[in-house]
């Protein structure tokens, strides 16, 4: 039997709050995610990908990553843009 794997297509950005003394701060980078994908315009959420990192001096530092799909208007062109690939917007 022969393995097939299956290409998918979708676009991701990442975000983290700015480092410093409330880069911890589940519920504020929540919040900027939120703010993040309502910026991409019309889009469908496949998946958000929620992890800690650890940074240089040790302090958790959450990040979530959104995988999503730029919806087609009616005249069958995409509208939507990712918002910056910075981690600390």
Known sequence: M????QSWSAQH?????????HQADVPA???RLAD???????VEVQDIAFHMEIDEEGACRPTATV???????????GVSTPPPTSGAR
């Open 67 to 77: 995988y999503f799909h730029v919806l087609p208007l009616r005249d069958g062109r």
């Open 2 to 5: 022969t393995a097939r794997t």
């Open 29 to 31: 980078l929540l919040r």
């Open 36 to 42: 993040a994908i309502q910026e991409c315009g019309a």
């Open 13 to 21: 950005f990442s975000l983290a709050n700015p480092k410093g003394p």
